[in-house]
């Protein structure tokens, strides 16, 4: 099974790899996925207070090319967006956005839990309520 | 500069060697006969032939040309052996004792006769991959009809303790069938010699051509029988119905002839090409060679590069070096290499593999490359690899509650 030419530009040129302070109160840290599975993916984000827009988007995943590609994608397309806007980003976006094949929709469902993970601890650290199911580690 | 390709996949198929394929080409349209053809030297010279190759191959396993049974490959030789034993000696019983690292040729043919009333005891393997003994022997039993452990393991190049084993089943009294389809041509297999009484083998991994495999069966102390499992013309002394694939048994031939010459030069090569390569990983951090590392292929080497998913790491390079992953990402299961979770290896270590294979056409040169390749993919997706930051970080991640998902 060949790679799209998509998966294979973002796996070559994979943007906004690298590791945010996960310290800081607008950061918000999603890690989802487990070595035995073969991926784990860890999406960051750092939100302007003052606007609530994702100013800086960052990831660094252990998988596959597919699974490298959708956390690529995914970092782009969070930078810019309201962190509400952010939540509507779905894993079907990025099945057709990288022509990914069956096999591997699983890593475009990883990049959205990832997605939804790193937004829910950035509302907890803040203080936000609302309810999600997407778990939260590290 | 054109795109350089190396080949490192040799346990998956070998390139047919130029010299088979020169022996083959008569086979097809000069002496197109068919080898059944009793009444005119078209058919007299098929026949010839196939019974040079039979000798050739017999040559090779140090046996009588009368218990080679031509098939199609390794996978049609398990099923003929294991299905036909089962049928032929059903009288005697129905247990069959085999090994969780086997070929999944021999798996599920096991697997679907338990559907048919046998018993199929799985034995586990150690973390090097040999078999416990004494567990194969206490696990023989008044019903036992067949033992089936391969030669040589297809991802890890182990290489079972074959005249051990051969013994126990001569004590008791039970068939032994060994799936050789890794180790023949390659290292010595001489069944007689070690006890194997069934014997599967294929061509296409032996530098011939595909499509073309064999079945040794003993035919003297003890001689075997198997029930045929292709119906129709009788062929193969009634084992194996089906017109013979004369060319590619010629191929076959001509490439067990060559094997039986070369074997021990190459196997000398690839053994210091196969080291090489595992020290040229020295430096990497975190690299585990799976499988025991005395009890080898000469040409196999299987290795895990943790916090590294194989898959993701062959993409690297993979453009130019072809090999294989236990990583499973591409399998609709996710499941990574049931071999090597059989050694006990954890999920993560397995989906962390590659398994290197060289073959008789690989060179220094291409071992080199494949060095400052893989080292350069390795440290690459390390650098991309959350779990590779926190083990830096010192965190321990077996003490992370993993979010899985799915």
């Keep these: 099974m060949a790679y799209s030419t998509k998966v294979i530009e973002h796996f070559q040129n994979p943007r906004n790899v690298g590791t945010l302070d996960k310290a800081k109160k607008n950061v918000g840290t999603g890690l989802v996925g487990a070595p035995e599975c073969g991926d784990v993916m860890r999406l960051q984000i750092e939100v302007d207070e003052a606007t609530g827009i994702i100013q800086d988007a960052k990831f660094k995943t252990f998988g596959c090319g597919s699974a490298i590609a959708s956390s690529s994608l995914a970092t782009e397309w969070l930078k810019g967006k309201s962190v509400d806007e952010a939540l509507t980003i779905d894993n079907m976006d990025i099945v057709e956005e990288l022509a990914l094949p069956p096999v591997k929709i699983h890593c475009s469902v990883l990049a959205e839990d990832a997605i939804k993970a ?18 939260v580690v590290a | 500069m054109a795109a350089r390709r190396i080949y490192l996949d040799n346990n998956a198929t070998t390139p047919c060697d130029p010299r088979v394929v020169e022996a083959m080409v008569p086979y097809f349209f000069e002496h197109h006969g068919n080898a059944a053809s009793r009444n005119h030297p078209f058919g007299w010279e ?23 049974i031509f098939t199609s490959g ?42 048919h009333g046998a018993e199929v005891t799985y034995l586990d393997v150690k973390n090097d991959g ?69 014997m599967a083998f294929t061509g296409h991994k032996m530098y011939g051509p595909k499509g073309v495999g064999a079945l040794y069966v003993s035919r003297k102390n003890p001689r075997v029988k198997v029930t045929a499992q292709m119906d129709g013309g009788g062929h193969e002394r009634g084992m194996r119905s089906g ?15 060559i094997a039986m010459q070369e074997m021990e030069q190459d196997a000398a090569r690839l053994s210091k090409l196969r080291d090489k390569l595992e020290k040229g990983f020295s430096e990497l951090e975190e690299i585990y060679i799976n499988g025991n590392v005395e009890h080898r292929m000469p040409h196999v080497t299987n290795i895990s590069f943790k916090h590294v998913e194989g898959e993701g790491l062959m993409m690297t390079f993979n453009q130019e070096i072809a090999l294989s992953s236990g990583s499973a990402c591409t399998s609709a299961s996710l499941e990574p290499s049931y071999v090597l979770v059989a050694l006990g290896l954890g999920d993560d270590l397995a989906h962390s593999s590659l398994r290197f294979s060289l073959g008789r056409f690989t060179s220094e040169d291409d071992v080199n490359y494949a060095i400052e390749a893989i080292k350069k993919g390795v440290n690459h997706m390390r650098d991309l690899s959350p779990i590779w930051e926190m083990y830096k970080e010192g965190v321990d991640l077996s003490k992370i509650e993993w979010a899985e998902h799915g």
């Design chain 1, 118 to 135: 790193a937004i829910a601890d950035y509302r907890k650290k803040n203080g936000i309520e609302v309810v999600s199911e997407a778990t």
């Design chain 2, 46 to 68: 098929a026949e010839e032939a196939v019974d040079y190759a039979r000798e050739q191959i017999a040559k090779l396993l140090d046996a009588d040309e009368k218990e080679i």
């Design chain 2, 74 to 115: 390794a996978t049609e030789s398990d099923n003929l052996a294991i299905k036909g034993v089962y049928e032929m000696y059903s009288r005697k019983g129905n247990h069959i004792i085999t090994v969780k690292t086997e070929h999944k040729a021999v798996l599920d043919t096991c697997n679907k006769l338990e559907k």
């Design chain 2, 130 to 198: 040999l078999i416990d003994l004494a567990e194969l022997e206490a696990a023989i039993k008044p019903s036992t009809i067949l033992v089936s452990v391969m030669w040589a393991n297809n991802e890890t190049g182990v290489i079972q303790p074959m005249k051990e084993i051969g013994q126990i089943c001569e004590k008791h009294g039970v068939l032994f069938f060994s799936d050789a389809t890794q180790a023949v041509g390659k290292i010595k297999t001489h069944p007689r010699e070690v006890g194997v009484h069934l």
């Design chain 2, 243 to 257: 017109t013979l694939n004369v060319p590619g048994i010629v191929g076959f031939g001509k490439a067990a002839e």
